[in-house]
C-alpha cells in the first residue's frame, strides 16, 4: 500500500513544471523578491529537489548562477541539459535536449543574445558570444562567437548563413564584384 503524502511529494519532485520551475527560480535567485525569506528558502529545496532528480536521472545540470533574461523555451524538457553558472541567456532563447554551455578554464562562460535556437546536442564551450537570431545546429561544436542572424553547423561550427543568405552565395558575389 502506498503512502498518499509519499505520492505528492514524489510527484512534485519528478514531474517538470516548466511555468513553476521557473517562476519558483526566479524568486529564489532575485535579491530584491518581495516573497518572505522562509518562503523562498522552501521554494529553494524544491527546486534543489527537483535539479537533483532530474541530474540523476536526465544528467541535467543549471548553475544558480545561470541568468536568463527570460524562461527559456524547452521543447523536451530538462533532458540533459547542464549550463554553466556563469552563462548569460537571451530572451525568447529555445534549447534542445542534450545541451552543454560550459565554461572555460578561467571561469567563464557563453553569453548567448536574444531569439536563439540551440539544437539538440550542441555544445558551447567557453567565453564565446553568441549574437541575436542565431541558430545552432544539432551537435554542433562552438568555440569562437557568432554574429547576429547567422546559422551555424558542424564542428567546429562554421557560419552557412548569415542575414537569410547562404554564406557560399556571399562568397560567389564577392568573386564577381572583385573580378
Given amino acids: 500500500m502506498s503512502n498518499p503524502i509519499v505520492n505528492f511529494l514524489l510527484d512534485s519532485v519528478r514531474h517538470y513544471n516548466h511555468k513553476k520551475y521557473w517562476k519558483k527560480r526566479e524568486e529564489v535567485i532575485n535579491p530584491a523578491s518581495k516573497i518572505p525569506k522562509?518562503?523562498?528558502f522552501i521554494y529553494m529545496l524544491q527546486i534543489k529537489r527537483m535539479d537533483t532528480y532530474h541530474?540523476?536521472?536526465m544528467g541535467t545540470a543549471?548553475?544558480?548562477?545561470?541568468?536568463?533574461?527570460s524562461f527559456p523555451n524547452l521543447p523536451h524538457g530538462l533532458n540533459g541539459i547542464i549550463i554553466s553558472h556563469y552563462a548569460?541567456?537571451?530572451t525568447n532563447c529555445t534549447i534542445y535536449q542534450q545541451v552543454?554551455?560550459?565554461e572555460s578554464k578561467d571561469g567563464k562562460a557563453a553569453i548567448i543574445g536574444d531569439n536563439c535556437l540551440i539544437g539538440a546536442g550542441a555544445k558551447i564551450i567557453g567565453d564565446v558570444k553568441i549574437g541575436k537570431n542565431v541558430k545552432i545546429g544539432a551537435n554542433a561544436v562552438v568555440l569562437k562567437d557568432i554574429p547576429d542572424n547567422c546559422t551555424v553547423v558542424g564542428v567546429p561550427a562554421k557560419v552557412i548563413k548569415k542575414d537569410g543568405v547562404k554564406v557560399a552565395e556571399i562568397e560567389n558575389n564577392r568573386q564577381l564584384v572583385n573580378s
Fill in 38 to 40: 522562509f518562503i523562498r
Fill in 100 to 102: 552543454t554551455i560550459a
Fill in 55 to 57: 541530474c540523476s536521472s
Fill in 62 to 69: 543549471f548553475g544558480y548562477g545561470t541568468k536568463f533574461n
Fill in 88 to 90: 548569460k541567456i537571451g
